[in-house]
Structures are given as structure tokens and as C-alpha cells.
């Protein structure tokens, strides 16, 4: 199993990369179906904030998902059953760190699957792709 990890957000410069590249798992040219967010702080003076799903172990977004439409994910995290939800939006005010994006063409969460391809078109090494193992974490770098 792997899961995104913030590597240094210091590193970030707001370029959006990973999040047009997230989008283009939908076809999306533009940032709207995206599950990762960078937004500033105060730009380069403050920094960036990046929100993606941080892959909870014991995720809250699932715990209160009445349809259970998100599962829980070996390694953390959930995977959307899309059929099954009904766009309440529980899973959204459910978790922590909001994480949880919104698709209001749908009306429904866009979840990260933590599948890396942001990590290819980040061009600073802010995000990482790593590999969760019985013996620890250990990191994987992404094909480009």
C-alpha cells in the first residue's frame, strides 16, 4: 500500500502543479475535481498550506458516512463507492484537517487514492509517494 506524505512544505511555491495533475485523473484541465489544495499563507513571505488526504488510520470521514459509500482503506484512509453515496457531505464536516474536496457537478467528495501523480509534476519534492510496509514506511520514488 502507499499513501501521499508532505516531504516539506517549505519547499512549496504555490506552483499548482500537483493540483492540475490530480485533476487530469478526471480529464479536468482545470482545478475543480482536484483532491489535493495548496492555498497560501502569505505566498512566498509565509508559505503555502497543502491539504490532501493524510490517510487516517481510523478515518472519520468513514465512521459517519450513513450509506457506507467510503471504506476503509488497507494502509489508511477510504476508497468512495460513488454509487452509494448521496452527497450529504457528512464525510467533508467529518474530517479534521478538510481534506475532503467537493464535487458540486456531482455532488459528491473527490477522495485521493493516493495514486502519486501529482508527486511526478511536483517540481520541488514537496510531496512524496511512500510505501507502507509491516516494518515501517518506506519511501518510493515515482516514475516520471
Given amino acids: ?7 516539506d512544505v517549505d519547499r512549496c511555491v504555490g506552483c499548482l502543479m ?3 495533475a490530480c485533476a487530469r485523473r478526471f480529464a479536468e484541465a482545470g482545478v475543480a475535481k482536484s483532491a489535493i489544495r495548496v492555498s497560501s499563507i502569505g505566498g512566498f513571505e509565509y508559505g503555502f498550506k497543502i491539504i490532501v488526504c493524510r490517510a487516517c488510520e481510523d478515518p472519520p470521514c468513514a465512521a ?3 450509506t457506507d459509500a467510503l471504506s ?3 494502509g489508511g484512509g477510504v476508497i468512495l463507492n460513488a454509487a452509494k453515496c448521496i452527497g450529504c457531505g ?4 467529518a474530517c479534521p484537517i478538510d481534506a475532503v474536496q467537493w464535487d458540486n457537478e456531482t455532488n459528491k467528495p473527490i477522495i485521493c487514492v493516493h495514486c502519486g501523480y501529482c508527486v511526478n509534476f511536483c517540481p520541488h ?4 509517494l511512500e510505501e507502507i510496509s509491516r516494518g515501517g514506511v518506506k519511501y518510493v520514488v515515482a516514475e516520471k
Avoid at 457528512?90 to 464536516?93: A, I
Wanted: net charge positive; with cysteine.
Fill in 90 to 93: 457528512h464525510c467533508r464536516e
Fill in 125 to 128: 519534492g514537496v510531496i512524496e
Fill in 72 to 74: 476503509r482503506r488497507e
Fill in 64 to 66: 459517519v458516512c450513513p
Fill in 18 to 20: 500537483c493540483v492540475f
Fill in 1 to 7: 500500500m502507499k499513501r501521499l506524505s508532505i516531504v
